[in-house]
């Protein structure tokens, strides 16, 4: 276990802080049941969105910097930056969209593909699934799973996707129309569950590891590199990123469900590690953004 110096983010604690992703230049996270989606704006977070449902993660628009892709509810909409729950420009829903379902983690593939997991509210039945909506509209990737979380890309098309209850990570590739030919398994999980992940430039895996209070870094073959110790035990997302001239990783957390939760459950937090990602891709629409 490695311990880096850190630094947590303001005085802010989130009830299910999710979906750190790097965008426009500038750190976007989400709050899922509170329905907030936020970028962080010099000393501070400012509110981007705000829904009447819990919000799964955010992604950027192609072309359109004043527009964000919002995982809500059951649905993918579109939203202007600063946008309350009634104002959408346009919205999908998910495949198989019932009740006792919502949307969970999200994530832009690198043939301009949104991938959106869904899972249940309540309960762990295996009637959550993953969703890639593309240019050529919504298909269903994967069925019969729990909770799915991440999912995260290499540049050339190596997928990563988590199946947090089975603490299992999944890979393989995608064809050149954003669609994976097959899951293969990458890593097994020990002492905790696997939630949001990114991959860094040097393709290595970073993954938040819920309940265990750590990230931890696989190598290309899915061989634990090294693990880093948070002092949050509910870490659910990475993302690499510059921050004040170096190299950082800046790590959203939870405080849902703790009994008695500590200073540090649901904060933001930052660690220098050295290593970069390419910034968020962004989703091209089935249609054109009017």
Do not use: K
């Not at 996270?29 to 400012?46: M, Q, T």
């Not at 809500?72 to 729950?85: F, K, Y």
Request: with cysteine; net charge negative; charged share 20%.
């Amino acid at each position: 276990m490695t311990t880096l110096e850190l630094h947590v983010l303001g005085g802010q604690r989130y009830e299910l802080g999710e979906g750190a992703r790097w965008i426009d230049g500038r750190l976007h996270y989400v709050d899922i049941l509170a329905g907030h989606a936020y970028s962080w704006a010099g000393d501070g977070p400012r509110l981007e969105v705000a829904s009447s449902e819990p919000l799964g993660a955010i992604a950027p628009v192609a072309g359109r910097a004043d527009l964000l892709a919002v995982a809500e509810g059951m649905s993918i909409t579109v939203a202007e930056r600063g946008s309350g729950p009634e104002e959408r420009i346009a919205r999908s829903p998910l495949p198989g969209a019932r009740a006792g379902l919502r949307v969970n983690d999200a994530c832009v593939d690198p043939y301009g593909g949104l991938w959106v997991g869904a899972m249940p509210t309540e309960g762990a039945e295996p009637v959550g699934a993953v969703h890639r909506f593309g240019p050529d509209g919504p298909v269903t990737l994967r069925q019969g799973i729990v909770c799915p979380n991440g999912p995260a890309f290499t540049p050339d098309g190596r997928f990563f996707l988590a199946d947090t209850t089975e603490y299992r990570i999944w890979t393989g590739r995608l064809g050149h129309d954003g669609r994976p030919h097959g899951f293969e398994p990458f890593a097994t999980v020990h002492g905790g569950y696997p939630d949001g992940m990114t991959v860094d430039e040097e393709g290595t895996l970073w993954v938040a590891i819920w309940g265990a209070g750590r990230v931890d870094r696989y190598d290309t073959d899915g061989r634990l590199m090294h693990s880093i110790r948070l002092p949050a035990s509910q870490p659910t997302s990475v993302c690499l990123m510059p921050w004040e001239g170096r190299q950082a990783a800046v790590i959203t957390s939870a405080r849902q469900g703790l009994a008695d939760p500590g200073g540090e459950d649901g904060a933001l937090m930052v660690v220098d590690v050295g290593v970069g990602a390419p910034p968020a891709t962004a989703w091209v629409r089935e249609e054109v953004v009017p």
